[in-house]
């Protein structure tokens, strides 16, 4: 470039001189400098192609470099993001698992107390029919004796007695709704109010309360001779026991039939038997006979009514005073019904 500049002034101060021989010299070096420079262009041209394609290309890689990066942050930051995605469906998962198998044992629960309760609600209306039976025998003897006093040809002795009577059916109705307001009817020995008991007198109490039962079917309540003998037990519960089994001697047996109540010394205590000439019990039911609701329940032959809480009880009250109730019996032929109580 310095060549040309000088070539070019030396041209034209030779050109203003006149001297167009050595212009011409000048002319020439300088039309020379100038092929010079052109092909150093054209050379220098083409690495400037090279390096500018090559630039480019670095250019290219550090944005695909850049891109590549910003896309693995992005690969990462979804792959975090899904990680966390499935943790907390994961963790929803367990919760709601736990939360269903909560649920699933407080049904089951909830199911479960409900059967209990409609069990224990159908279990209360039997218990109250039981009590109204067992109330049925006291208030109907109250009820005969009071049609009684009203005839005008008794004595006073006789009036005496059927007061008396009255007294003791009433006294056995208070205690029977205090055993339903205080006990579960699962008798133990410390519930007892055990007292000596003359024998022979509370079985006859017994069957004169209950003869009016008895008439109504035209039957024949026969207390046998009973042994001598003083007992200790709990007078109403005993009273209880033996009104059930003689109840039960007159519902099943038929019209006109002999119920017969006997007691006899054994050498470890005493055996109160109730025997009729009834029904008898058939054997598949003589299983369940003492269960509570139990099913093996009949109509008596009369159509009265079973409840079938009665010999439950009264086996309970039995075996509180540490004694045993059973019975022998033959289907159509009648049944015999014993209680043992030990001395």
Not at 139 to 165: C, K, M, N, P, Y
Not at 218 to 227: F, G, N, P
Not at 230 to 253: E, G, M
Request: aromatic share 10%.
């Amino acid at each position: 470039m310095y060549a040309q500049q000088i070539c070019k002034r030396l041209y034209e101060i030779y050109q203003d001189r006149g001297d167009n021989a050595t212009a011409f010299i000048y002319s020439k070096k300088l039309l020379k400098l100038y092929e010079q420079q052109t092909e150093i262009d054209r050379v220098s041209g083409i690495d400037y192609i090279e390096y500018a394609v090559k630039d480019q290309q670095l250019v290219s890689q550090k944005v695909e470099a850049e891109y590549s990066q910003r896309l693995l942050w992005l690969a990462v930051a979804v792959s975090v993001l899904t990680l966390l995605s499935i943790i907390f469906l994961w963790r929803n998962w367990k919760l709601t698992r736990k939360t269903n198998e909560v649920l699933t044992m407080q049904f089951r629960q909830l199911e479960s107390t409900t059967e209990d309760l409609e069990k224990s609600n159908n279990n209360f209306a039997r218990l109250i029919k039981m009590v109204a039976h067992d109330l049925r025998n006291p208030i109907g003897a109250i009820h005969s004796l009071s049609t009684l006093l009203q005839d005008d040809e008794l004595t006073s002795g006789e009036r005496g007695e059927f007061v008396q009577l009255i007294y003791e059916s009433s006294n056995s109705c208070l205690t029977l709704i205090s055993d339903l307001l205080q006990t579960d009817f699962n008798f133990h020995e410390s519930e007892l109010n055990k007292e000596p008991i003359d024998l022979p007198a509370f079985l006859l109490q017994t069957v004169v309360l209950l003869t009016f039962k008895a008439n109504e079917k035209k039957q024949q309540l026969v207390l046998q001779e009973s042994t001598p003998k003083t007992i200790t037990a709990d007078r109403d519960k005993l009273l209880r026991v033996l009104n059930n089994l003689i109840v039960n001697a007159i519902k099943f047996s038929p019209c006109g039939e002999t119920i017969e109540v006997n007691a006899k010394q054994e050498k470890a205590g005493i055996i109160i038997s109730v025997k009729d000439n009834g029904l008898g019990i058939p054997k598949d039911h003589a299983e369940k006979l003492f269960d509570p609701f139990t099913p093996s329940k009949r109509k008596g032959t009369a159509g009265e009514q079973p409840f079938g809480l009665g010999l439950y009880i009264s086996r309970q009250i039995v075996e509180a005073h540490h004694g045993r109730l059973w019975f022998e019996s033959e289907e159509g032929k009648g049944t015999i019904f014993f209680v043992f109580l030990p001395e």
